[in-house]
C-alpha cells in the first residue's frame, strides 16, 4: 500500500538571487551569505510527485529571507493546491495581526511560526509581549496553527510559558518544531556547544528526555509535535532507533498529536527520497491508523483539509 505523505516543514531557497535577496532576519544580525544550493517550487513538487506526498507546508526561512515571505507566497500562488505558506514575520510589530490576515484572506498562508533569532538571546517578549498575543489572538481568531521553534538552552523557561499560552488559546493548534525536546537541537546549536568544548550527550530511551521536557503537554491537547531530518540526525548519531521514540511519543501524547516534515531546503544531509524512507521506517513500531496520521492525516486536519 503506498502511503500518503503532508509534507509540513519544506524549506525553499529561490534560484533568483535578484528577485528574492537574502534579508537580515533581525537590525542585530547581518545580511547572509547566499546558500550553495536552491530548493526551488518547481522541484519541491517534482520530489513529492515522486514520492506520493500530496501537501507541503513552505515554512520560511527566516535566516535566509528574513520577514520577506514573498518567494514562499508567490509559490503557494502557482502551487495553491499543493503548496501552503506558514509565514514569520516580527510579532513586536503592531502592524502584524492586520498583515497576517490579510496575507490568509489572500494569499493561501496556512499558519504562522514564531521564532526567535539567537539561542544567547534569553527574553520571552517575542512570544509573549502585548504586541506578540496580538498576535497569537489573531491567529486564534483565523483558526491557523502557531507553529514555534525553540532552542534548548531555552526550554526550561519556554516551555512552562508556551503550556500557559496554550491553555489560553486552547482551541489553537499549536505545533512545536522538530519536537522542542534534546533529539530536536540543532545543527548550528550543536556546532555552538563544539566550538565550546562542551560535549553535546543526548539522554537516554526509553524516555529520551521527554519527561524532563514536553512531558508538561500530556494534558495540553492543542500542543503538537513535528518530527524531521533534526531528529533523525540527532537519533542516529546517538545510536538510537527512531521508531523507539516514534513509539515513546505515541504512548505519551496520543497518536493525532505527531506530524512529520522533512526540512528540506535546509536539512540536507539526505535527500528527499532517504527523508521520505526514514521518516516510513520510523513508523515500524506504529499501528497501520498511527502511521496514517503521523505522515498525513494529522497535518491535513490540523491545517484544515480534512483528507485531502
Not at 237 to 245: E, F, N
Amino acid at each position: 500500500m503506498t502511503l500518503r505523505l503532508f509534507d509540513t516543514h519544506a524549506h525553499l531557497i529561490a534560484d533568483d538571487w535578484d528577485a528574492y535577496p537574502a534579508q537580515a532576519f533581525t537590525a542585530d544580525l547581518p545580511v547572509p551569505d547566499r546558500p550553495d544550493y536552491t530548493m526551488t517550487a518547481d522541484h519541491l513538487i517534482t520530489l513529492m510527485d515522486r514520492h506520493s506526498v500530496r501537501r507541503a507546508c513552505l515554512v520560511q526561512r527566516g535566516h535566509v529571507y528574513g520577514y520577506d515571505n514573498s518567494y514562499i507566497i508567490n509559490s503557494a500562488h502557482r502551487y495553491p493546491e499543493r503548496l501552503h505558506p506558514v509565514v514569520i514575520l516580527d510579532t513586536q510589530d503592531p502592524d502584524t495581526p492586520t498583515r497576517y490576515h490579510r496575507m490568509v484572506r489572500d494569499d493561501h498562508v496556512a499558519g504562522f511560526r514564531m521564532a526567535n533569532s539567537r539561542p544567547w538571546l534569553l527574553d520571552t517578549a517575542w512570544l509573549s509581549s502585548p504586541a506578540a498575543m496580538d498576535v497569537w489572538r489573531i491567529c486564534a481568531d483565523l483558526g491557523t496553527p502557531v507553529t514555534l521553534i525553540f532552542f534548548m538552552n531555552q526550554l526550561p523557561y519556554l516551555l512552562p510559558l508556551l503550556k500557559m499560552l496554550a491553555q489560553e488559546f486552547a482551541d489553537l493548534p499549536i505545533i512545536l518544531d522538530h519536537g522542542a525536546m534534546p533529539f530536536g537541537m540543532t545543527q548550528y546549536e550543536v556546532a555552538l556547544a563544539e566550538e565550546a568544548g562542551r560535549a553535546v550527550t543526548m539522554p537516554a530511551p526509553p524516555d529520551f528526555g521527554i519527561d524532563t521536557t514536553i512531558a508538561i503537554f500530556e494534558d495540553v491537547p492543542n500542543v503538537h509535535f513535528k518530527i524531521t531530518e533534526i531528529n533523525m540526525e540527532r537519533l542516529i548519531k546517538a545510536d538510537r532507533l527512531p521508531q523507539h521514540l516514534l513509539r515513546r511519543m505515541v504512548d505519551s501524547f496520543g497518536p493525532d498529536r505527531l506530524i512529520w516534515g522533512s526540512d528540506i531546503g535546509q536539512s540536507m544531509l539526505w535527500d528527499y527520497a532517504e527523508k521520505v524512507s526514514m521518516a516510513q521506517q520510523a513508523t515500524q513500531w506504529l499501528t497501520e491508523a498511527e502511521t496514517a496520521r503521523f505522515l498525513h492525516d494529522n497535518a491535513a486536519r490540523l491545517y484544515g483539509f480534512g483528507d485531502a
